[in-house]
């Protein structure tokens, strides 16, 4: 199953909230397989873009947005309840190590999911 195959089946879980670290190819991808994609996902949280020009691969580019411009313009054209965390606020924010280890902890009980 490809990661926007995966996308579309957790889509169909209600109340689902998207956290999306990387760049947004396999949610464009999977919005070109399924166009109401966006109605079904509750809230999508995007860490990328810049707020102060400030990018991690050059001065005013962040890898994740910049790695597919296509995809991301598609995305943000595209939800309604998107949430986007600039990458100034990502490093002056980092998680913390009780959160991180919880997140991964492949036994913790709940819904949620990581799709490395």
């Known amino acids: 199953m490809s990661a926007a195959e995966f996308i579309l089946q957790e889509a169909q879980t209600e109340g689902l909230n998207m956290v999306c ?3 947004l190819t396999n949610l464009a991808i999977a919005m070109t397989l399924d166009s109401s994609l966006s109605e079904k996902i509750e809230n999508t949280y995007i860490m990328g873009g810049t707020l102060f020009g400030k990018g991690n691969i ?3 580019k962040e890898f994740n947005f910049n790695f597919d411009p ?5 995305v943000i054209n595209n939800f309604k309840n998107m949430h986007i965390i600039p990458w100034e606020a990502a490093v002056d924010n980092p998680v913390p190590k009780k959160l991180e280890e919880a997140i991964f902890d492949k036994n913790a009980e709940g819904k949620l999911k990581f799709l490395a």
């Open 21 to 23: 670290i990387g760049p």
């Open 58 to 60: 050059a001065p005013n």
């Open 70 to 74: 296509e995809a991301t313009a598609k």
